[in-house]
């Protein structure tokens, strides 16, 4: 192994350990938005709660759009591992599409709540869950930018180890926003109608 190429390795691994820090980080702040939503749950002040707002219809499809969508995740990652440029592009081609449709099925719940005057201003129940599931929509969008951007890198520089490193990074993230997704489908909208 020559030195250019153990100190590229290095470089990779310490980006790695750099991106699980900003995930530590990521972590943290959705432990204090679930914290949050918690102790505000109850503060209705006199507006609607859970029961007479959510879709549980609505947030399922949400729930499966990004299940899927990290199968196809997995899917292109496991195709870029045996270095099928084009399998890895259509994965995440679907991925990203699923990741739209959730975003999009995310702010036509917001709309609707809005327009019916449950906005974030109305109580600290619907304040801290705008805040709480916003945060999330805003991750999932900066994920969908992260998406574009390694298609257009595997499309002008291909399959090389430092865009196969930013692949596995994106996996990280985008497997990351499912598991909070879990969270708030399991601690916001289910004990929200039930």
Do not use: C
């Not at 980006?15 to 914290?35: H, P, Q, T, V």
């Amino acid at each position: 192994m020559s030195v250019q190429t153990a100190a590229r390795g290095s470089v990779h691994e310490e980006r790695a350990f750099g991106f699980w820090l900003y995930l530590m980080s990521d972590a943290i702040i959705f432990a204090l938005l679930f914290a949050t939503y918690l102790v505000m749950r109850n503060n209705l002040a006199g507006g609607p709660g859970g029961g007479a707002l959510f879709d549980l219809s609505n947030a399922f499809a949400e729930t499966m759009l990004l299940l899927v969508s990290s199968l196809t995740f997995g899917f292109a990652a496991l195709s870029a591992d045996a270095g099928k440029q084009r399998a890895a592009l259509g994965w995440l081609g679907v991925t990203f599409v699923l990741g739209v449709a959730f975003v999009a099925l995310e702010l036509r719940e917001f709309a609707g709540m809005i327009g019916e005057g449950a906005g974030p201003d109305r109580s600290g129940f619907l304040s801290a869950f705008f805040t709480l599931v916003g945060t999330h929509g805003l991750h999932v969008s900066g994920g969908l930018t992260f998406i574009a951007v390694i298609v257009g890198q595997i499309v002008f520089k291909g399959l090389t180890p430092p865009v196969a490193s930013r692949l596995f990074r994106l996996g990280l993230f985008w497997h990351f926003l499912d598991i909070v997704w879990i969270g708030i489908f399991s601690v916001v909208y289910l004990p929200g109608v039930l």
